[in-house]
C-alpha cells in the first residue's frame, strides 16, 4: 500500500512562484503545506539556468516576501552601473534553497518532496512518484491543490530545438558558452529574445569581437527601460515620475505605434536598431549600457527563423541562405519563455491554478493570491481581486496588459486591508515609493498630480486603442 499523506494544500512545483505562495501562506495562515516538484532543488527553471544569467530588474522585489534577496546594494561597475543589484542564477538558486531549509522545512508545517512527478487520481487526490524509483505516496488534499506550472517556463538546456543541425556543427546552449567560448572565433546567436540579448552582452563584455558575431533574430523587441524599475524614494522621479509619463502618453497615443513612440522619447521604451520597427514586446527589461554593447553586432539577420544550420551556412524558414564562419559556435537562444495559454479563473473548487495577475512580477502575483486565497471567504470575490492579466508577444498586447494591470489595481486600493498588505509587501517594488515620497517636495507633488490627472484618461484611451486592433 502507497504511503498516504494528508495535507491543507499540495503546491505542484517548487519554482519562484510555488516557493512565493508557500511563503505568504505561512506568514498568513496556519495551513500545513506539501510541495512536490521534479526538481532535485527548488528554484525551478533558476535550477537550470546558464551561469551568465542576473535578473532582469532589481533582487529588491524577487523571490519571497519574508526573506531579502541580496543586500540592496546598487552597483558601481558594467552596464548596470548605478542600478540596484541584479541576483545572478546562482544566487537565486541559492536562495530558494536557503528559503526551503531555513524557513519552510524548520516551520513544521511543509513537506517537500524533490525528484517527484504528480499525478492527480481523483479531485484532491494526487499520487507523488519518486522519479528514481521507489513507491508513489498518495496525497489527500483537504483544501486546494495549487498548480504553480500554468506557464511551464522553457529554458535553452531543457527545450526542444524547432530547426535541424547538421554534423559538424556546434550548437550549443547558452550553459555551455563559457566553457565552449574560448575555443572558438566566431559566434552565432539564435533569438531574439532577453537570452539571447544576455549572450551578446556576455560575449562583448568577455572581449569576442562583435564584428564576428551574428545575430539571427526573426523579430526585433521593444525593451523597458530598467532606470524605471528602480524602488525606493532614491528613484521617486525615474520610477513613479515614470508611471506619470507612461500614463500620459498613453492618454494622448494615437495609435499602438504612436504609444510606443511616446514611450520611446518618454526615455521608458528603449530598442537596439532605431532604423527597426519592434514586431516584439516581452516585458524584457534592459538598460542603456546594455543596448549600447548590442548596438556594435552589426550582422544581423532579421525576418524568418532558422530551419536547419550546416557547415558555413544557415538556412532559414523562407529557404534563404546565410553564409557564416567556418567552425562558428552556434548559440541557442530560441527557448519560449512562458507556454501561450489562455488565462483561466485563479480560484476555482479544490483548486488554484497561479497566474499572473500583475505584469511582469510573478512572484508578487503568487504571493497576492495566497492573501487573497487566507483572507477572503468567497471564490467569485477572490477572482475578482485576482484576474489574471495576458501575456503580451507584441506591442500590439501592451495596451490589454497595462490595463489588466490597472483594472486590478484599482480593485485593490478599494480593499484597506488589502491595500496595506500590498504597500508592506517587499514583492511589490513601489508602493513603499510612494507612500514614503516627500509630498512637501513640489516637483514630488507634481509627479503624484499628474500622474493622477493622467490615469484615468488613459485607461479610457487603453480601451479605445485595443478596440482599434481587434
Keep these: 500500500m502507497p504511503e498516504t499523506i494528508e495535507t491543507d494544500y499540495l503546491i505542484i512545483g517548487a519554482g519562484a512562484v510555488g516557493m512565493s ?51 540592496d546594494r546598487i552597483d558601481e561597475r558594467g552596464s548596470n552601473a548605478g542600478y540596484f543589484e541584479l541576483a545572478s542564477g546562482a544566487e537565486v538558486a541559492a536562495y530558494f534553497e536557503r528559503v526551503m531549509r531555513e524557513r519552510f522545512l524548520p516551520s513544521g508545517r511543509v513537506k517537500y518532496l524533490p525528484m517527484h512527478d504528480a499525478e492527480e487520481k481523483g479531485k484532491l487526490e494526487v499520487d507523488a512518484t519518486p522519479l528514481l524509483g521507489g513507491g508513489a505516496a498518495r496525497i489527500r488534499v483537504r483544501k486546494r491543490i495549487v498548480d504553480s506550472t500554468f506557464f511551464d517556463t522553457a529554458i535553452p538546456v531543457t527545450h526542444e530545438r524547432k530547426f535541424e543541425v547538421a554534423e559538424g556543427v556546434e550548437c550549443i546552449a547558452p550553459n555551455e558558452l563559457p566553457r565552449r567560448a574560448p575555443a572558438h572565433a566566431e559566434y552565432v546567436i539564435l533569438g531574439g529574445g532577453k537570452t539571447a540579448m544576455d549572450a551578446g552582452v556576455w560575449l562583448i563584455e568577455n572581449g569576442a569581437d562583435p564584428g ?35 500614463m500620459e502618453a498613453i492618454k494622448a497615443a494615437t495609435s499602438v505605434d504612436d504609444l510606443f513612440d ?5 526615455g521608458l521604451m528603449l530598442r537596439i536598431d532605431p532604423s527597426i520597427r519592434p514586431e516584439m514586446f516581452h516585458f524584457a527589461t534592459i538598460s542603456i549600457g546594455e543596448v549600447d554593447l548590442l548596438k556594435k553586432i552589426e550582422r544581423v539577420v532579421r525576418g524568418a527563423h532558422v530551419a536547419k544550420i550546416e557547415p558555413r551556412r544557415m538556412v532559414l524558414s523562407t529557404g534563404e541562405e546565410v553564409e557564416i564562419g567556418d567552425g562558428a ?85 478599494q480593499e484597506q486591508d488589502l491595500r496595506a498588505w500590498i504597500t508592506d509587501c517587499r514583492l511589490d517594488g513601489f508602493g513603499k515609493t510612494v507612500r514614503d515620497a516627500d509630498r512637501s517636495d513640489p516637483d514630488v507633488a507634481d509627479v503624484l498630480a499628474r500622474l493622477k490627472v493622467a490615469a484615468m484618461p488613459a485607461a479610457m484611451n487603453l ?4 478596440g482599434a486592433e481587434a
Aim: hydrophobic share 40%; charged share 20%; glycine share 4%.
Design 329 to 413: 559556435l552556434c548559440v541557442d537562444c530560441t527557448a519560449s519563455a512562458v507556454a501561450k495559454r489562455p488565462p483561466q479563473s485563479i480560484f476555482e473548487d479544490g483548486r488554484i491554478t497561479l497566474q499572473m495577475t500583475r505584469l511582469p512580477n510573478p512572484t508578487f502575483s503568487a504571493a497576492l493570491a495566497a492573501y487573497v486565497e487566507t483572507h477572503y471567504t468567497d471564490d467569485a470575490e477572490r477572482n475578482r481581486l485576482c484576474v489574471p492579466v495576458p501575456l503580451p508577444d507584441m506591442p500590439e498586447d501592451w495596451p490589454a496588459a497595462t490595463l489588466g494591470n490597472m483594472t486590478n489595481q484599482l480593485a485593490w486600493s
Design 262 to 266: 511616446r514611450l520611446e522619447a518618454a
Design 21 to 71: 505562495f508557500a511563503d505568504t501562506m505561512l506568514t498568513e495562515s496556519d495551513a500545513d503545506i506539501v510541495m512536490v516538484d521534479r526538481r532535485h532543488a527548488p528554484g525551478g527553471h533558476w535550477v537550470d539556468a546558464y551561469p551568465f544569467v542576473r535578473l532582469h530588474q532589481p533582487s529588491a522585489f524577487y523571490g519571497v516576501s519574508s526573506t531579502s534577496l541580496g543586500a
Design 212 to 246: 564576428k558575431i551574428t545575430w539571427a533574430r526573426p523579430r526585433d523587441s521593444w525593451l523597458i527601460n530598467r532606470e524605471t524599475t528602480q524602488p525606493t524614494t532614491r528613484f521617486f522621479n525615474q520610477s513613479v515620475g515614470g508611471m506619470a509619463l507612461q
Design 463 to 466: 480601451q479605445k486603442l485595443i
